[in-house]
Nanobody, 128 residues
Framework: QVQLVESGGGSVQAGGSLRLSCAGS????????MGWFRQAPGKEREGVAA????????YYADSVKGRFTISQDNAKKTVYLQMNSLKPEDTAMYYCAADLYGRTYGGRWRNHFDFGYWGQGTQVTVSS
């Protein structure tokens, strides 16, 4: 059974940092796409960052480039999202997702419909 378990959310002031973790189990971790998405109240779910676990390629939304870093620990089957210089507009529920079937190959990671497995989400709140 595939499981994704997020942790690390919380409340910080603008300019602060948080690190989210997503521990995966129940699937072969190599050669999959792991993504982070977020959804604020009343807004659509948007892609934040993604990593292809086989080659390590990473992708970011323009709004977080230079501030967020996605990384992985293959041995632990864990993906991280280091978030620095946080802004109030980063406030959202953050979700980890996995594409195990190649739907996002070629860098097509932004469409959340292509990710078949999701974590429960972790709340990030940034106050001004």
């Amino acid at each position: 059974q595939v499981q994704l378990v997020e942790s690390g959310g919380g409340s910080v002031q603008a300019g602060g940092s948080l690190r989210l973790s997503c521990a995966g189990s129940g699937f072969t971790y190599s050669s999959v796409c792991m993504g982070w998405f977020r959804q604020a109240p009343g807004k659509e779910r948007e892609g934040v960052a993604a990593i292809y676990t086989g080659g390590g390629s990473t992708y970011y939304a323009d709004s977080v480039k230079g501030r967020f870093t996605i990384s992985q620990d293959n041995a632990k089957k864990t993906v991280y999202l280091q978030m620095n210089s946080l802004k109030p507009e980063d406030t959202a529920m953050y979700y980890c997702a996995a594409d195990l079937y190649g739907r996002t190959y070629g860098g097509r990671w932004r469409n959340h419909f292509d990710f078949g497995y999701w974590g429960q989400g972790t709340q990030v709140t940034v106050s001004s």
